[in-house]
């Protein structure tokens, strides 16, 4: 069934790439330069259109005024926004105003393909996501796994590559980013899917014992259940070594043997055994640190690392946790034998969108768990998810701040952070300016000396500039553009006043 798209962007060569991608799905156009022009259509077309791709810096304005508008025309129209990998926060308020979806710029357009096809899945009823359909014991394919973020659809590339390979594979990435999901759907895609998928952990286990899991042990020391190792029951398919880093050294030299000779020799043993085992190691440790330090093997690192893949932290792939979240929702309802599966309400995806997440996937399917165990409604909200809210800095506990409303002006952001000038947190008063003033109370910027007399103003200049730089984490596009002035002018002014650019938080105060 033929779909109808609008296409809102104030770059006449995008909209066209955009059109022809769309197109070629099928789907019926409509494109707009502003985000007047785009209301326009939504206002004849009333109806008609199914899914709008907004660029939140289209025409005069922001491209928010879109998404306010959305509720007064059609609720029901899911809203994809485009924006720079600098404007990550605006997504976020898109997300807390009504939008389905966000893509972070520059990106392909196979990927803005897949956000309109997922968003109308949601407009057809259907799931507003790629579920997340089996557990982590069960198979996994690459389709189980959600990418998409730039980031995420690279490592599935790599994946894909790697999958016909029989060369070690070595997946680097933080704890909780999903490694192991990445190794069993290249086992599964792989000509070894009918045979084992064995997962150790290195960590977990003692250092006394672990030669004799991974290798083995002869039976004649009355060794229990599980005596013949993990290599041997991984014969003829994958064997997936998590942590590898936490190997210690006596078993590293086996495992080198290993690698090299597809022979192992059991724990107290003599004689080697023929093993077919295609490896997949994982490290959330700097490898190359563990090298200089002398606790790992130089030698073994390069036979493992023949083809590295980097699963990036998910505060690096913001894209991905709205759709993360939903397909967790939607497993957990099933799960719980919900009647129907839980929605997730624009706050809470906003919300949890702006989380840096440092436990990544593990800890956000977590947190989705728990909300959807003890939701008493038919959608999550900010409610749900109390410690995400009081994690969040000048949150107070709850998601209240810049994000929830438009943003002040940039004069009325710093009049907030000048003493002297107090903007107070009224009812009605603009949240960012509400949320400046809170740091404000703690990094005052005084307009006179101890002399009394008023500073001059490249010194006032200096402490705001600093204090911004602290107040935005150093996030050098949202500085500029909070204090009004381009980048370039940014960064003389750091120079000027020896504020290291590679590293502007460092002195900020």
């Known amino acids: 069934m033929t779909a109808h798209i609008l296409v809102i962007d104030d770059d006449p060569q995008e909209r066209r790439s955009l059109k022809a991608v769309i197109e070629s799905r099928g789907h019926a156009v409509h494109v707009a330069e502003n985000d007047q022009a785009g209301l326009e259509v939504l206002r004849k077309r009333r109806g008609e259109i199914d899914a709008v791709l907004l660029d939140l810096k289209s025409g005069e304005g922001n491209g928010l005024s879109v998404l306010s508008f959305l ?12 924006t720079a990998e600098s404007g990550t926060d605006l997504a976020v308020e898109a997300m807390r105003a009504g939008a389905f979806d966000f893509v972070v710029k520059p990106t392909s357009l196979e990927r803005i393909a897949t956000a309109v096809s997922n968003a109308l899945k949601l407009h057809e009823g259907d799931s507003s996501g790629r579920p997340l359909k089996r557990g982590r014991s069960a198979s996994v394919s690459f389709s189980d796994i959600i990418a998409a973020s730039a980031g995420m659809a690279r490592v599935l590339e790599l994946g894909r590559r790697a999958v016909q390979s029989h ?12 490694k192991e999901m990445l190794a069993r759907a290249i086992h599964s895609a792989s000509e070894r899917s009918g045979r084992p998928f064995i997962a150790v952990n290195c960590a977990a286990i003692p250092h006394a014992t672990i030669e004799a ?10 060794a229990d259940e599980g005596h013949i190792g993990k290599f041997k029951e991984a014969d003829g398919g994958t064997l997936f070594i998590e942590e590898v880093g936490d190997l210690p050294l006596h078993a590293q030299a086996k495992l080198l043997e290993a690698v090299q000779k597809g022979e192992i020799v059991a724990a107290g043993g003599r004689n080697p055994h023929k093993v077919d085992v295609r490896i997949i190691a994982s490290t959330s440790k700097d490898l190359i640190e563990e090298v200089k330090a002398s606790r790992f093997r130089e030698d073994l690192y390069y036979r493992l690392s023949v083809f590295p893949i980097t699963v990036p932290a998910l505060r690096r792939r913001k894209e991905d946790i709205v759709h993360l979240a939903r397909a967790f929702a939607e497993r957990f309802s099933a799960e719980q034998r919900l009647q129907r599966p839980l929605g997730i309400g624009s706050g809470a995806l906003a919300l949890l969108t702006a989380y840096d997440w440092p436990g990544n996937v593990r800890q956000l399917e977590n947190a ?4 959807v165990v003890l939701a008493e409604g038919n959608e999550l909200t900010e409610r749900d998810f109390p410690q995400v809210a009081a994690q969040l800095p000048g949150r107070g506990g709850t998601f209240a701040s810049s994000l929830l409303r438009a943003p002040s002006s ?5 009049a907030s952070m000048v003493a002297g000038a107090p903007f107070m947190a009224e009812s009605g008063q603009a949240p960012a300016a509400a949320a400046a003033n809170v740091a404000a109370r703690t990094n005052v910027i005084v307009s006179t000396d101890e002399s009394g007399n008023v500073r001059k103003l490249a010194e006032v200049e200096e402490e705001l500039i600093r204090f911004a730089l602290k107040f935005y984490r150093g996030q050098m596009s949202q500085v500029a553009r909070k204090l009004g002035i381009g980048r370039s002018t940014l960064y003389r002014k ?5 504020i290291d650019p590679d590293n502007p938080q460092k002195d900020a105060a």
Not at 71 to 82: F, H, M, N, S
Not at 368 to 371: I, L, M, N
Not at 410 to 414: G, L, M, R, T
Request: proline content about 8%; cysteine-free; hydrophobic content about 45%.
């Open 71 to 82: 509720d007064r025309l059609r609720a029901d129209v899911p809203v994809i926004v485009q």
């Open 368 to 371: 989705v768990f728990r909300a």
């Open 213 to 222: 899991v991974l290798f083995g042990r002869p039976e004649q020391d009355g």
């Open 167 to 178: 060369l070690p594979i070595m997946v680097e990435g933080e704890a909780g980013v999903g």
């Open 410 to 414: 940039p004069a009325a952001e710093q």
């Open 494 to 498: 750091l120079k000027d006043y020896g």
